[in-house]
């Protein structure tokens, strides 16, 4: 049974500042794996997606890689912003249904 | 497009009563589904469906019924509510082109108190 952890719950981290946020996973046979934020009261804004088949995934100050072999996903937030803090959630899909298993999240705080 | 729509934003029941939560996407997508989040937590899977007529169970599917009759639909069902199933839900949709691209797109969420 897939399991997946985010550790640390929390980060607090001064503007400016490059961060590593973490995604481990029990089952490596993953079809892919997804990053989302989540906004207090919010739904959810998909971030990025890496296939199976991939090792990672850019899009501005984003950048998330995949090591299946290790079971472990991280998500690289160039020069933080205020506007970053929120939620972060990876999840992983094993089967061909799309079905995700979550994280329980990591809440970013990016201090002015 | 409104994307994943989800009606209504906020409710609270009584014990023992029932509801339907309305999910809704315009997005031609053949995958849809049903999560809960609880405070704190990740999210877990309700039921989801591979297209209209075929549904199936995810992780917590006790004390809930879904349906999919339409591609745009995939309403949730609450029989008896109970104070377990206070909770924010969501509802997500994916077009599915293969096993290992499947972006899901979620609603706003539905918030339900039951007291």
């Known amino acids: 049974k897939q399991e997946v952890t985010q550790i640390p719950a929390a980060l607090s981290v001064p503007e400016g500042e490059n961060l590593v946020l973490n995604c481990s996973f029990t089952?490596?046979?993953?079809?892919?794996l997804q990053w989302f934020r989540q906004d207090p009261g919010k739904g959810l804004t998909s971030l990025l997606l890496?296939?199976?088949?991939?090792r990672e995934q850019t899009s501005g100050r984003l950048n998330a890689s995949l090591d299946k072999s290790s079971g472990r996903s991280t998500l690289y937030i160039a020069a933080s912003q205020p506007g970053d803090s929120a939620t972060y959630l990876c999840?992983?899909?094993?089967?061909?249904?799309?079905?995700?298993?979550f994280g329980q999240g990591t809440t970013l705080q990016v201090k002015p | 497009n409104a994307g994943v729509t989800q009606t209504p934003k906020f409710r609270i029941l009584k014990i023992g009563q029932s509801m339907t939560l309305q999910c809704t996407q315009d997005m031609n997508h053949n995958y849809m589904y049903w999560y809960r989040q609880d405070p704190g937590m990740g999210l877990k899977l309700i039921y989801y469906s591979v297209g209209a007529g075929i549904t199936d169970k995810g992780e917590v599917p006790n004390g809930y019924n879904v349906s999919r009759s339409t591609t745009e639909d995939f309403p949730l069902r609450l029989e008896l509510a109970a104070p377990s199933q206070t909770s924010v839900y969501f509802c997500?949709?994916?077009?599915?082109?293969?096993?290992?691209?499947?972006?899901?797109?979620f609603g706003p969420g539905t918030r339900l108190t039951v007291l």
């Open positions: 089952d490596s046979a993953i079809y892919n």
């Open positions: 890496i296939q199976s088949s991939q």
């Open positions: 999840a992983a899909v094993s089967g061909n249904t799309g079905k995700l298993i």
């Open positions: 997500a949709s994916s077009k599915a082109t293969d096993a290992t691209y499947n972006e899901q797109f």
